[in-house]
């Protein structure tokens, strides 16, 4: 069974910054790409940025400059580093990973992290 547990959500104020993590756990042969969505209360979920195991890192036009991904390979993690956050920046944050069965792949979430952005 494939795990992915999101942490360091909360609440911060407009301008400031937060760091997210997601680890992966359970059986399996290697993980593609990684990624970070986000989900506002009555809105649908949105993508914020991947990173693929080449390195290559992809940004939503509204994040881009202000968040930055990574990845590392030995701790089966993604990170979302989160600067001059906005109060439009609030909704929960999922982590979405690409998982490789060697024989097959299939994509796993987290559970969510809140994220809020307020004065």
């Known amino acids: 069974q494939v795990q992915l547990e999101e942490s360091g959500g909360g609440l911060v104020q407009p301008g400031g910054s937060l760091r997210l993590a997601c680890v992966a756990s359970g059986r399996f042969f290697s993980i593609n790409d990684m990624g970070w969505y986000r989900q506002g209360a009555g809105d649908e979920r949105e993508w914020v940025a991947t990173?693929?195991?080449?390195?290559?890192?992809r940004y939503a036009d509204s994040v881009k400059g202000r968040f930055t991904i990574s990845r590392n390979r030995s701790k089966k993690a993604v990170y979302l580093e989160m600067n001059n956050l906005k109060p439009e920046d609030t909704a929960v944050y999922y982590c979405k990973a690409n998982i490789d069965f060697e024989i097959s792949y299939e994509d796993y979430w987290g559970q969510g992290t809140q994220v809020t952005v307020s004065s």
């Open positions: 990173m693929s195991t080449n390195g290559r890192r």
